[in-house]
């Protein structure tokens, strides 16, 4: 597969969040390729700030997300998230108001987001992906939101949104049971635009980033703020519910279990 320009973490200030320009493209790469690019406290609250300091470029038009390797995210680095999530309640209401915040300012964020999910995109990776505009997956990849499979509400992603793409019934049998989500099986359902080639998938998603970049920008903008706004009115009625939930979850034995099940293996 052809690797992208390399990013740098200076605007993120986390090794786990790189970001690298190419012309009027920002490419937003997850590294935390050890664990398979798993989301770790620093790497959440990193995403969490990105979109802000994205807006601030005035340079930019559209931004690309991907992975390093082959991998998009693998959900959760669950030994930390047994400290801190588990554990510790200051650490979990701002993992959970930094969820709130993610969600909110992608669909906020006026500039198109492709991604390009080069690999598995489980949990955190998979609410990311579906929050993107436009969304390529590798025909190697697949989606999967395991939040109730570990004892969690799927509060900050799924529950949201997929019932806007696919049919209640569809979003129901996916979020209770977890199961993988094949990418051509995401294309039929409404997760995702289009399976790629494994080895262009990077390449696609970088030249269709260029090809909406080279668009009138107030036109893209307010186009896509006026599709959002049907993505805003769901995130404002159920988001907050969905948070709390979920934040109630984490002390519950049930999801310790899980995790330890997980740790275990």
Not at 68 to 90: K, Q
Not at 109 to 134: E, H, R
Request: proline letters at 5%; charged letters at 20%.
């Amino acid at each position: 597969m052809t690797e992208l320009p390399i990013g740098s973490s200076e605007l993120t200030g986390c090794d786990e969040i790189l970001v690298a320009s190419d012309g009027p493209v920002r490419i937003v790469t997850l590294n935390n390729p050890g664990d398979a690019n798993a989301v770790n406290n620093a790497m959440h609250g990193a995403f969490a700030r990105l979109w802000t300091k994205l807006g601030e470029d005035a340079d930019a038009r559209a931004v690309l997300i991907t992975g390093t390797g082959d991998y998009f995210s693998a959900g959760g680095n669950l030994v930390e998230w047994l400290e801190t999530h588990v554990n510790n309640p200051v650490t979990r209401r701002e993992g959970m108001r930094d969820a709130r915040r993610i969600v909110r300012d992608m669909i906020d964020f006026p500039l198109p987001i492709v991604a390009a999910v080069n690999g598995p995109a489980v949990g955190f990776g998979c609410s990311i992906a579906v929050l993107c505009d436009i969304t390529l997956m590798s025909d190697r990849a697949f989606l999967a939101d395991t939040h109730v499979a570990s004892g969690l509400v799927a509060g900050d992603g799924g529950s949201v949104l997929w019932p806007l793409m696919m049919s209640l019934m569809k979003a129901k049998e996916y979020l209770l049971l977890g199961e993988r989500i094949p990418a051509a099986k995401a294309v039929e359902l409404g997760l995702a635009n289009r399976v790629v080639p494994h080895e262009s998938i990077k390449q696609e998603g970088l030249a269709l980033a260029h090809r909406l970049a080279a668009l009138p920008a107030r036109a893209v903008q307010d186009t896509k703020r006026t599709l959002n706004l049907h993505a805003e009115r769901a995130v404002t009625a159920i988001l907050d519910y969905g948070i709390s939930a979920e934040t109630e979850c984490f002390t519950t034995p049930e999801h310790r279990a899980a995790i330890d099940k997980f740790l275990n293996r």
